[in-house]
């Protein structure tokens, strides 16, 4: 059973707007959330996580949601650029992103059109 | 953040034999891990490799399949045994640092 779901494989965003990546969990243990980016041929690259204790973190053009009734986390990247065209991956872990092992979404291929 | 480097890069191999993956941090760390990608899916952890203990597998992986070394807070190993044709995946390994987990390059595994 996947505890960590992203239901869209693909999101086509036009540059300049804003691209919002939503990412559900089902394990109510989990405490902290990361989102990833992934260039094909490379590992993954750390974006930007939140604890549960928060409902918002903000970096740059890139803020993640938080809601932990409706167990559901999004990444908002505003404004979106051609560069920003990867595969994103929202993980979870159940004892701080770094002690503990994560589970991973299935992720989502952001694509940034000109 | 951390600096980490795979070897090899990529491999291609013939089922029945192994492969040894090395995993090079520029500094010392206490938490590294190990996870698979197969094709098309999601990245899944193998195992936790703590320094000076065993490594920690998860469910569905098994010391005899992927037997992980950590000889010391900057390296550690993934042997892929007795592979098969659905080992063929992309292999990564991780660090633990504060509330992150930073990934290497990974190395990409065919087996025919």
């Known amino acids: 059973d996947q505890q960590v779901k992203q239901n869209s494989p693909s999101l086509s965003v036009q540059e300049g707007r804003i691209s919002i990546l939503n990412c559900d969990y089902t394990n109510s243990m989990f405490d902290y959330f990361l989102w990833y980016k992934k260039y094909p041929a490379e590992g993954p690259t750390f974006l930007i996580s939140i604890s549960s204790i928060k409902d918002k973190n903000e970096d740059g053009r890139f803020t993640v949601f938080l809601n932990k009734s409706a167990k559901h986390l999004s990444l908002h990247i505003v404004p979106s650029q051609p560069g920003d065209s990867a595969v994103y991956f929202c993980?979870?872990?159940?004892?701080?992103?770094?002690?503990?092992?994560?589970?991973f979404g299935k992720g989502t291929h952001l694509i940034i059109q000109p | 953040s951390a600096v980490i480097s795979q070897k090899p890069s990529r491999d291609i191999c013939q089922r029945g034999t192994s492969l040894t993956i090395q995993c090079q941090v520029d500094s010392q760390v206490t938490m590294m891990f190990w996870y698979r990608q197969q094709p098309g899916q999601s990245l899944t952890l193998i195992a936790t490799?703590?320094?000076?203990?065993?490594?920690?597998?998860e469910s569905g992986f098994v010391i005899d399949k992927f037997p992980i070394s950590r000889p010391n807070l900057t390296f550690s190993t993934l042997t892929v045994s007795n592979m098969s044709p659905e080992d063929s995946s992309i292999y990564l390994c991780?660090?633990?640092?504060?509330?992150?987990?930073?990934f290497g390059p990974g190395t990409r595994l065919t087996v025919l």
């Open positions: 993980a979870a872990s159940e004892g701080g992103g770094g002690a503990d092992g994560l589970t």
């Open positions: 490799a703590n320094q000076g203990s065993e490594a920690t597998y």
């Open positions: 991780s660090v633990g640092l504060a509330d992150t987990q930073y």
